[in-house]
């Protein structure tokens, strides 16, 4: 039991530190990302730290995998080099009980990757782009200075309002020219508005954003032509902009039950997001297994040197993880297949590595006598 329980202690605290610095360093990068977008005006700087915080579930998700995989290896790295794992073994430890101790703890890391990929990482993703939609509705009022032309939108946009409430909620005399895009591109179209007086909504079902524009005309054509369209309204409503996402992060904040009850069209699509979330906690699993396997490949050698073939072990599973995501996507590999191709075959390099390293040893005692 005090062996168990130092064991414990030393993996825990190398893993925490391991996923620790991590996560500390891509919450850096994802801070200055954020920052220099708010510095372009492209997102609100108050918004930046509970954006960084939403996206922390989904980090510690990528990260622990790893983090937990170096802080396993190290330990008995540490141990093996000091002569700790061959005291260990000559009391009666042998290396499966070990590897028995390692995965027990594995599991619980893993049942809490599955709990922030499966679950908590989706809805924060989804929280997320809420979030960046508010701050660019709030951007687009802060940039309206009343009795002058504002440009948005990289010059796509152009809006003038001759006054604002003091609480920016109405504006009045309204001016607004928009390019048309056809397909996500820049169309040679124009649509013009004008209106008496207008205001922000929210759509009490979908929370979407939207101009409500009162007494006004809408005009539509391309410039210098003679074939504008007139029409007037008394109201008249459009979405505000959303924030463009990519398919992979739209993908990333669907509901884990959402992607099981996907379309024909969308089908490998959804189940290629499915399996890689299984992936993550399946792989801290077989990653242990792997880190225990290989730390006596070469017991004489040093720490450093010893690393160096674990981590391209593990660039190795991680990107034939990546290719398989993307070979399910595009209908390559099946989706009843999944990623559990990549699983296994790692999975019987460990135990191959681990049997190895067992007979080996098993051999040089024999040879000793």
């Known amino acids: 039991m005090i062996i168990n329980r130092y064991f414990g202690q030393e993996i825990l ?8 610095i991590l996560v500390v360093i891509f919450m850096g990068h994802g801070c200055m990302r954020y ?8 997102a609100v700087a108050g918004y930046i730290f509970q954006m960084i915080g939403l996206e922390i579930p989904q980090l510690l998700g990528l990260m622990l995998p790893l983090g937990v995989f170096l802080g396993v290896f190290t330990v008995l790295a540490k141990m093996c080099s000091e002569n700790e ?3 260990w073994m000559g009391a009666g430890i ?19 990757v599955a709990y922030l990929t499966l679950w908590l990482g989706p809805k924060n993703i989804a929280s997320l782009r809420q979030l960046r939609n508010q701050a660019t509705t709030e951007i687009m009022l802060q940039m309206l200075v009343p009795g002058q032309f504002n440009t948005i939108d990289r010059g796509k946009k152009v809006i003038y309002v001759k006054d604002i409430s003091k609480d920016s909620t109405v504006a009045k005399n309204i001016f607004i020219a928009e390019q048309s895009t056809v397909k996500g ?3 040679k179209n124009w649509k013009v508005l004008t209106a008496t007086s207008g205001a922000i909504a929210t759509d009490v079902v979908t ?15 391309k410039p210098g032509k003679n074939d504008f369209r007139s029409i007037q309204f008394g109201k008249y409503t459009t979405l505000l902009p959303e924030v463009a996402d990519n398919d992979r992060t739209s993908i990333q904040g669907i509901p884990t039950k959402e992607l099981l009850q996907s379309d024909k069209k969308d089908k490998n699509i959804y189940l290629a997001e499915l399996h890689w979330r299984v992936a993550q906690p399946v792989s801290i699993l077989i990653l ?41 996507r595009v209908g390559y590999v099946s989706p009843y297949i999944g990623l559990w191709w990549v699983h296994i075959s790692f999975l019987l390099i460990s135990l191959f590595i681990f049997k190895y390293t067992s007979i080996r040893s098993l051999f040089k005692r024999r040879s000793n006598k």
């Open 288 to 328: 242990v297994f792997l880190a225990v396997a290989c730390v006596s490949i070469k017991p004489r050698a040093g720490q450093f040197s010893r690393i160096i073939p674990v981590i391209l072990l593990y660039i190795g599973y991680v990107n034939l993880l990546l290719v398989g995501r993307n070979a399910i």
């Open 85 to 87: 794992l061959i005291i």
């Open 35 to 42: 920052l220099s977008s708010a510095v372009n005006g492209h």
């Open 94 to 112: 042998s290396k499966r009980r070990i590897l028995r101790h390692c995965l027990v703890y594995a599991t619980i890391i893993s049942l809490l």
């Open 13 to 20: 605290k190398s893993s925490i530190g391991i996923t620790g």
């Open 207 to 221: 929370e979407q954003k939207y101009v409500v524009l009162k007494k006004g005309y809408r005009y539509s054509g």
């Open 185 to 187: 591109k820049p169309d």
